[in-house]
């Protein structure tokens, strides 16, 4: 079983910034693709940013310039720094991971308890 464990959420003011971090434990042979989402009240959840193994990057529309993923593979960690951020950006955020997949099985996707961030004045 795979564990995660978000951390860094909090209350910043507009176009503050604030630094994400999930990291992996458990019974981990290996992690494909990493990524954050975000989910507010009687919503459905929404993809924000998404990293591969080998580091390729994907964000949703709305977060592009101001989010950037990343990960750190020998931590089985990944972040998400978010700059300039508006209150729309206030809702809870959930990191996920795809780990232990092999040539024959294509991995569990994993999810931790998710982490609020909240953008007021």
């Known amino acids: 079983q795979v564990q995660l464990v978000e951390s860094g959420g909090g209350l910043v003011q507009p176009g503050g910034s604030l630094r994400l971090s999930c990291a992996a434990s458990?019974?981990?042979?290996?992690?494909?693709?990493m990524g954050w989402y975000r989910q507010a009240p009687g919503k459905e959840r929404e993809v924000v940013a998404t990293i591969t193994s080998g580091g390729t990057t994907d964000y949703a529309d709305s977060v592009k310039g101001r989010f950037t993923i990343s990960r750190d593979n020998a931590k089985n960690t990944v972040y998400l720094q978010m700059n300039s951020l508006k209150p729309e950006d206030t809702v809870v955020y959930y990191c996920?991971?795809?780990?232990?997949?092999?040539?024959?099985?294509?991995?569990?996707?994993?999810w931790g308890k998710g982490t609020l961030v909240t953008v007021s004045s």
């Open positions: 458990g019974s981990i042979f290996s992690i494909n693709a």
């Open positions: 996920n991971c795809n780990a232990n997949g092999r040539s024959w099985f294509k991995g569990m996707d994993y």
